[in-house]
């Protein structure tokens, strides 16, 4: 039975289609053809599609970030091909993913993307539904925010890179001081990204019970090659991810990213007063908060701090309309709110004078005079 | 410098931002033996201004100083020099994010206007990307291409003078976007299905009035697109301030022993009053609307070529 025959026989079986208005007969069609047509449109996702899929059906996990804020963000932000950005956010990887695609060509990221993470390693269960090819995550780096005071005071390890790692013992004590890659290989292991991982943890479960079964010399024997390689394996893994971290580190220390994208549930000032130290001079940062109070102190600290210039406290305000003949009109629910941003742009920072930061602010705050005029620009 | 491309030092031939202080900046272009007047004095481009790191304090001859920003498609929307209404950045970013576009994207936009727009997507599609506008004034049309060349962006525009709704983009199937911002857009829907790429490609329509967006649905149906959508998008700002309400003076009980009129001692009180309690105010951090604020630009329909 085709859907057109179930709407039909559907109105024919209604006592009150007939009373209903012309428009409300129409209303009552369209929703049974809803229901009874089963249509799928399939179609590949993009920033648009994902915020708005997660903001309808997920809000708690990416901070209650409203589609139309997102993309504020991503216009304030400047973000464009070539950029060296610096993201920190906790919106599961979406707002990452929507860096990525406004930086990225056909094939690759033009520029870099450094994300900052808290805990053991960065989450981007929403970056892999974008389906961005592989060769999009090479310029992608990521540093820990618990390394972050070490890196601005100077006390971050620097130490040249061991040669290939032939001692047990060595690796061993190098790794005890480096917790954060043990953690970051626990925290790949529960991610759905890495396969390796999860084989790696697979040949150790399955070690485990051969352990307890084994008999057979010549099998023990295997099994202790299969011991040592997988031992190797570790710590080559982990001697990569130290070699990544030296190298993002030494990126964040040259202090000239293009801009700075937060959008987290943690309080953004000590956000901002630590990440705003590896953005070069002259370029946008854009801050998103859920709620407005923690924006407000942000702002003051940035004041006191000074080397920012026109800070901005906005939120946008989305309506969606019904645009029919005769019933055009804004659809009946509306989002609250869509979350706050707080946008400004890095300056040279003047340390010598502690007067100047306050003359600054008195400076901004006095209301516009008018435009001046330049004699050499002809408009 | 360029629009599409960011760069440490100012030069010679670049576009820089005067940044004076809150809300108060303007474009300069920047010359060998040019000198700039601003009401904290002179600006010499040779001596302050070439060869200086963007973000600069620049001290002018009275003394004032003002900061040199490297540009961007938003600060040059908010200094462009206006020949038409244009589109503010709180539109351009829910379009920009709507049409799905991103670096090599090709669009086509009409009309040309002042250039707010047409900057903000020659930023987004760059560099592999490319923006064909249609301008149906010709000194509108010359201006804008004059000011893709002197902002380095030439080579990602293509600026055509015709009727947009007569004469249609210039190109065919290859758009991913089609942006309308005219008077009779639905006159110019089926150019627009034309020039975007066979399927999935994304249309926008801006307009002011509704029976304007009214017509243009319709036509939208007509022609097939899907995915037909209305919205409008409005911005608040904050400006952030400390205010100090006085506490009224509700007279003393009869014994001697409470405060006047209001209950220090309750802790629920404490941990919301600042200081200043003695003279009668309390303090506190708000973010305080504008007395007025932008109400309407306009309608943005949004569609789905199918």
């Not at chain 1, 997920?58 to 997102?70: A, C, F, M, V």
């Not at chain 1, 070490?150 to 790692?165: D, H, Q, R």
């Not at chain 1, 005079?369 to 330049?374: E, G, N, P």
């Not at chain 2, 540009?71 to 709180?90: A, F, G, V």
Request: charged share 25%.
């Amino acid at each position: 039975v085709s859907s057109k025959e179930i709407v039909q026989q559907l109105i024919e079986n209604s006592t009150t289609f007939r009373d209903k208005t012309e428009f409300a007969q129409d209303k009552y069609i369209k929703k049974k053809k809803k229901k009874y047509e089963a249509v799928i449109t399939i179609v590949k996702p993009s920033t648009r599609i994902l915020s708005t899929m997660y903001y309808a059906r997920e809000p708690g996990k990416i901070n209650h970030l409203r589609y139309d804020t997102l993309a504020q963000m991503l216009t304030l932000g400047n973000i464009r091909a070539g950029n060296k950005m610096i993201v920190m956010e906790t919106c599961a990887g979406l707002v990452l993913g929507a860096v990525m695609e406004r930086m990225g060509g056909k094939k690759a990221c033009y520029g870099s993307i450094i994300q900052m993470y808290p805990g053991g390693g960065p989450v981007r269960a929403a970056t892999s539904c974008f389906g961005f090819p592989k060769l999009f995550f090479d310029n992608l780096h990521e540093f820990p925010l618990s390394k972050v005071d070490s890196l601005l005071s100077g006390t971050f390890s620097t130490e040249s890179l061991p040669s290939e790692p032939e001692d047990n013992a060595l690796v061993e004590e190098e790794s005890n001081g480096l917790t954060d890659e043990k953690q970051t290989s626990l925290q790949e292991a529960e991610e759905e990204s890495t396969t390796e991982a999860t084989m790696e943890i697979n040949q150790t479960e399955e070690q485990e019970t051969m352990d307890v079964n084994a008999e057979d010399v010549e099998f023990k024997e295997n099994k202790e090659k299969e011991n040592k390689e997988n031992v190797r394996e570790k710590q080559r893994k982990q001697w990569e991810r130290r070699k990544k971290l030296i190298e993002t580190a030494a990126l964040l220390r040259e202090k000239n990213a293009d801009g700075l994208i937060v959008a987290s549930k943690f309080h953004p000032t000590p956000l901002l007063l630590s990440l705003l130290e590896f953005v070069a001079p002259s370029r946008p940062f854009v801050v998103y908060c859920q709620y407005k109070e923690p924006l407000l102190e942000c702002y003051t600290k940035l004041r006191e701090r000074g080397g920012v210039i026109n800070l901005k406290l906005s939120e946008t305000w989305l309506r969606n309309y019904q645009v029919l003949p005769d019933r055009s009109h804004p659809k009946l629910t509306m989002s609250g709110g869509g979350g706050y941003l707080l946008s400004g742009i890095t300056v040279i920072l003047d340390k010598g004078k502690s007067d100047s930061s306050n003359l600054e602010a008195l400076k901004m705050e006095e209301p516009s005079s008018k435009r001046c005029r330049i004699q050499d620009l002809h408009c | 410098m360029s629009f599409v491309e960011y760069g440490d030092t100012i030069k010679d031939g670049d576009t820089a931002i005067v940044f004076l202080g809150h809300e108060s900046m303007f474009p300069v272009k920047v010359q060998h033996g040019t000198v700039t007047q601003t009401k904290y004095g002179v600006i010499r481009h040779s001596t302050d201004l070439i060869g200086k790191k963007y973000g600069s304090k620049v001290t002018c001859s009275k003394g004032g100083w003002v900061f040199i920003l490297h540009p961007t498609p938003e600060l040059w929307t908010m200094n462009l020099p206006h020949r038409t209404q244009i589109l503010y950045s709180t539109d351009i970013s829910i379009i920009t994010m709507m049409l799905e576009l991103k670096p090599g994207s090709i669009v086509c936009e009409s009309g040309t206007g002042s250039g707010s727009l047409s900057h903000a997507l020659i930023r987004t599609v760059a560099p592999t990307g490319h923006l064909y506008t249609v301008e149906f004034h010709q000194q509108r049309a010359e201006k804008a291409r004059e000011e893709f060349r002197e902002h380095g962006v030439e080579h990602l525009v293509t600026v055509t003078n015709q009727d947009v709704c007569k004469n249609g983009f210039g190109v065919s199937n290859i758009a991913d976007a089609v942006f309308l911002d005219i008077p009779s857009p639905w006159e110019a829907i089926g150019h627009a299905k034309s020039a975007l790429k066979a399927e999935g490609g994304r249309i926008c329509s801006f307009s002011p009035c509704i029976e304007q967006v009214q017509r243009t649905c319709l036509a939208m149906e007509e022609y097939g697109f899907t995915e037909i959508n209305t919205l409008e998008i409005l911005l608040r700002v904050y400006n952030v301030r400390t205010i100090s309400l006085q506490i009224p003076d509700l007279g003393k009980a009869a014994e001697d022993n409470s405060s006047a009129g209001f209950d220090s001692s309750n802790p629920s009180n404490q941990g919301s009053l600042c200081a200043n309690l003695q003279q009668g105010t309390a303090q506190f951090k708000s973010g305080v609307p504008l007395r007025e604020m932008v109400g309407h630009t306009g309608y943005l329909t949004f569609a789905t070529k199918s």
